[in-house]
């Protein structure tokens, strides 16, 4: 299969988050808006161009008043910062259908270079012959590294949130006409 371009179906798609909160518990989220930009042959991922934006006013955390706060300048600033971006610059095949793709994260106007490891889920026609592929994707970014350090101390010990966000897509995508 030769590179071609693909759109993300929103509908089939997601970006989620896991944070830990209070140094006892899991607290869930999601992005509900993004796009994507995608260029690659899904056979063979590692001549990819993949660029993605995530609206941060989308975040839910089933939570009306947090995902306020974590709007605020507290947080992700979305008036300031609205959108974090990301933009492959070298994917590794490290298995059968197996990448690390690494990139540039754009966040609360900090670039650092992360690394997500990423699995072809497969592809296929859907029933309108249009053709489909399914990608998943792991990793974990630091809130310190890109100056998000709201927090509180314990008096327990420990901190009101974590440094660490586990970040999880699901993507599908449908190929363009050329």
């Keep these: 299969m030769a590179k071609s371009k ?3 179906d929103a509908t089939h798609s997601s970006i989620d988050f ?10 869930k989220g999601t992005f509900h808006t993004f796009e994507a930009e995608i260029e690659a042959d899904p056979n063979d991922l590692t001549s990819a161009d993949v660029q993605f934006a995530v609206e941060l006013a989308s975040i839910d955390t089933r939570n009306n008043d ?8 507290d947080f992700f600033d979305v008036e300031k910062y609205p959108k974090m971006t990301f933009k492959s610059n070298r994917i590794v095949k490290t298995d059968e259908g197996e990448y690390e793709v690494s990139g540039d994260l754009t966040l609360h106007g900090v670039t650092r270079p992360e690394t ?3 699995t072809f ?3 296929g026609k ?3 012959g249009n053709e489909r ?3 998943s994707a792991q990793g974990t970014i630091k809130r310190s590294d890109f100056g998000l350090t709201y927090n509180a101390a314990l008096e327990t010990g420990g901190v009101l949130i974590a440094d660490e966000v586990k970040v999880s897509l699901e993507i599908e995508a449908l190929k363009q006409a050329d």
């Design 66 to 73: 947090r995902d306020t706060h974590l709007r605020t300048a």
């Design 18 to 27: 896991t944070i830990r909160h209070m140094m006892i518990a899991k607290v």
């Design 6 to 8: 693909w759109a993300v």
């Design 126 to 128: 859907d029933p309108w």
């Design 121 to 123: 889920e497969g592809s």
């Design 116 to 118: 997500f490891s990423v």
């Design 133 to 135: 592929a399914g990608f």
